[in-house]
């Protein structure tokens, strides 16, 4: 014997559409690490979720022409760098305004962690140019080939080679001690 | 000028991504991204969709005129003013200021047809409804719903009738005006700011009800924003009986409603009342609260910044008895005012909850029985003579029982029934639709929240629910770790379950709808001290959790209300079991699994309870 109205479900619980549902599984399999790639470029993990938050919305709004989770994943990637190029190209106006404040500093958590060789190659990395940084996180922390890279980022292959050899140039110091410990 | 590129050394490529792996796992994204990237989604549904209407409402307004100039111009004899159309569709909304009448005013009500573009809305062109400016049904058919406004009750609509013979045209007459100041009324005692109604009226001759839409008039544009369909009947019979609000609800087929899951419509409720309500396509702001029949004293108004469907708790202020309603409000304070978008309005009776409960349910020897609480006498036995029964829940208002059945073959899953705890009707089965079950919970003034677990053979639990935060499932339950019993919020937002490792486990909490793995559970605080995990938890109706923590060689049982625990009683020499709170959050049912169980009441200690008892619930 089947009751069929006895579960009381909600009846009008969200009916999902396909952006929607898509938007549900990228969201599970690729927010976090978006989030982490923001943080990278942005230096602010609370814009980076903004950013990402903005990509995402954006990709909803562009699933009639996606319809591919591949695609989808390029499409939130190159959103990513370009919504973090606008935001720190937007903080670069506002420092221009703002009052003059103490420069960043290692946070008390890091030196009380032991991570100074960590911080020391992150900080390393953040002082590089902007494409240079770009190109070295998406392809070590992204684990993007080059070819995805010059995709995300809209440059050839070769440039992609240019920039990551001469980060990797000026990473080298600070790299040396950190993969003794690592 | 070219340039090579020096090789790189995959020491310093293998440093550098150990680097950013490290701090990678620094940055913990907040957790609720879905919940904001899906509220940014809708509302951008929502405005593309609102300019539909607006484009429809340009049309008609264009038609219209265009009929009126048409008219003007043929010398057809109609006064200026007045819509000529097609006479399938002669229905024409009425504009009215903003109210700001009390129900004892007896304002003569607005009755312009002026044709206005930006007043016009646009399912006036479609309406097949009468035009009414007043009620042109004789209100001679017996009254439907007892209304809730502008009058607290019939004694109070007959003295306004009989003093209000001679005065001319009063708005409570008027369907659309008395909806119109209603929804002013109840933005009043929100502490909203006034708006600018129009409303469409839909009479029913056969049942002398009748609907009108409400619509919101945007300052700026004119254009219509929906608000809901507030209903009415007549407070009695008479020529000359006033109309009454009986509630609002948002439009059949409405692309955005706004519903009010719980309470029930005409349940008693009391204080802490949660009410549960579902939203598609929510604004920023919603604003709940209560009040008495006609208008009179009203709860504080609560306010939840929402992204879907949620829920507040009044946890006081309510009014002690007599007849009300409750007030789900919806909108916008995105330009500094609040922008109304949708109302929702439920009638209720005030009082104490009929949820005391005098008797419970146990499973002796694998059958239901209903025990007297005060001297545990086997009161009758439920569900026939169904036998197999392994888990029980009653539901907190007193209606139903939930029971898993047969829960004996390979895979420990059984069927999910439930029967009426008066033991009247037929016991039938929950339609889960995924197969056998494995344990269940159940939350909610009416049960309308489920959980289930299912655990087909060979393959992993997945935990199933439906609550007022929508629906969906929980994975990552191998074999182990197995969610052993699951309980939900009286709101529907989380969901607690004692969770096996191994041969260990512990109670977990999975905030709704987010939750979608094990690893997303969390451990009540009190749960977490080293070697007292906790074997079971159970929701009071005012949302606090009630949990039991097993040291191996005592069950003690605890109560967390903003984050900090009270221990209730202890029971010495009990090493597992199960725990369930009455309705009033007063009284604790406690099993052991092995056959015993414990009642305890506040304010006094733990009395074991005869007989064997498996399983047991107020």
Known sequence: MSDRDLPVPPSDAPSWSDADAALTAIYAAQYRSLVRLAAFLLRDPGQAEEVVQDAFVAMHSSWRRL?????????????????????????????????????DAPSAEYGALGELDRSAVIEALRVLPQRQREVLVLRYYGDLSEAQIADTLGISTGAVKS?????????RTTLEPWEKTS | MSERNEPVDPRHEEALAAALRAQAET???????????????????????????????????????AVVATGLLA?????????????SAPAVATTTPAPTTTPAETQRPSTSTAVSSANVVA?????????????????????????????ADKAAADAWQAKAAGVSSPWQLDPKGTAERFVGSVMAQLHLPKLQYAGTTHLNPADGTATV???????????????????????????????????????????????IASPAPETTVGAPLPVVFNLIGAEDDVY????????GSASPVQHVVTAMGASATIGSGLPASGRGYIVVADGSSGQGAFALSRLAVTPVQFGAPSYDAPTYVAIVNGQLHVFDAATHADVHPLAGNATGVTQVAVSDDRQWVYYLQGATNGCGAGTLMRTRLDGTGTPSKVDTGTGPVTAFGIGGPHAQQLAYATTPCATDQVVHWQSAAGSGQITGFTKPPLAESLVLSPDGRTLAGYVKTGTQGNVNTFALPTARTLSDGVVPTGCTTAGNACISAAYASNGDLVYVQGDGQQLTVFREHGGKATELFQVAGAYGGSVDVDPTGTKVLLTDGTGRAWTWTEGGTAKALPGSITDASW
């Not at chain 2, 300052?219 to 608000?227: M, R, T």
């Open chain 1, 67 to 103: 319809r591919d989770p591949e695609k989808a994943e390029s499409y939130l990637r190159q959103a990513v760098v370009n919504k973090s190029r606008s935001g720190l190209r937007r903080r670069k106006v506002e420092a221009k305004h703002a009052p003059k404040s103490t420069p």
């Open chain 2, 27 to 65: 940055v913990r994204p907040a957790g609720d991204g879905l919940i904001r990237i899906r509220a940014r989604v809708e509302r951008r549904r929502m405005r593309s969709r609102l300019l539909i209407p607006v484009a429809s409402t340009a049309a008609v307004a264009a038609t219209v005129t």
């Open chain 1, 163 to 171: 920039h990551a050899s001469r980060g990797m140039s000026a990473l």
């Open chain 2, 288 to 295: 709940v609260g209560a009040a008495a029949a006609g208008g």
């Open chain 2, 123 to 151: 399912s006036t062109a479609t309406t097949t409804a009468p035009p009414t400016e007043t009620s042109v049904i004789s209100p001679t058919q017996p009254p439907g719903p007892v209304p809730i406004w502008p009058f």
């Open chain 2, 75 to 87: 010398g057809s004899g109609n006064k200026p003013g007045v819509a000529v159309g097609p006479t």
């Open chain 2, 213 to 259: 839409d409400v619509s919101r008039v945007e300052p700026s544009s004119g254009k219509p924003i929906a608000l809901g369909t507030v209903r009415l009947s007549h407070w009695s019979t008479g020529a000359a009986a006033p109309w009454g609000v009986v509630g609002v609800t948002s439009a059949p087929g409405s692309q955005f409603p706004l519903t």
